[in-house]
């Protein structure tokens, strides 16, 4: 899946979610976790908390459909391992149209939006706080199903018209692996 020249590209964002007590896994996998994303054109990656505490993994990855984000996210050797308890994979528009590496400096936060329905927040509001920003939508990308952001802001929920949804998340967010 790693870009090869003019075939075409659809983004995908993948959040994997930690096992309770994969902490020990996470640790001794993650020289094989960073070497198998090196393999793949990343728009964004990195850990995500909760209260300090490590939860997971968000990855933006750009693949050719469906079937090979899956591929990405089911064949990362953490989660060959069992080290992640669920995993999200949602076709993604970056309406930034920038990667994280675009928008040096330290980390801030993921916020999802979960939905359905009407979309919600198409056009991002205060996008200078934006590292990344878009829909999450169907397999086809007809229905919209929410929105994701990485955010470095005071108020990183206020990205979101949260009455417009029928869950925020919000979680700590740190840039990870390697260039």
């Not at 020249?5 to 896994?25: I, K, N, Q, Y």
């Not at 927040?121 to 934006?130: F, K, Q």
């Not at 952001?149 to 990205?159: I, Y």
Request: aromatic content about 10%; charged content about 20%.
């Amino acid at each position: 899946m790693a870009r090869t020249g003019a075939s075409p590209v659809t983004e995908f964002f993948c959040f994997h979610r930690d096992r309770p007590g994969s902490m020990p896994l996470r640790e001794k996998l993650l020289e094989a976790h960073w070497s198998y994303m090196d393999g793949f054109e990343l728009i964004a990656r990195g850990p995500v908390f909760s209260g300090g505490v490590l939860t997971g993994s968000v990855h933006v990855v750009e693949a050719p459909d469906a079937a090979a984000a899956r591929a990405f996210a089911f064949e990362e050797p953490v989660y060959q391992a069992g080290g992640y308890r669920d995993v999200l994979v949602r076709r993604w528009h970056n309406v930034l149209g920038r990667t994280m590496w675009d928008f040096p400096g330290g980390g801030g936060h993921l916020v999802l939006g979960l939905g359905s329905g009407e979309p919600a927040d198409l056009v991002p509001a205060r996008p200078e706080e934006l590292v990344a920003y878009g829909s999450l939508l169907s397999d086809d990308g007809a229905a919209w199903l929410g929105t994701a952001a990485l955010v470095r802001s005071a108020d990183p929920a206020a990205v979101l018209t949260a009455d417009r949804y029928d869950a925020v998340e919000v979680y700590e967010w740190e840039p990870g692996g390697r260039r």
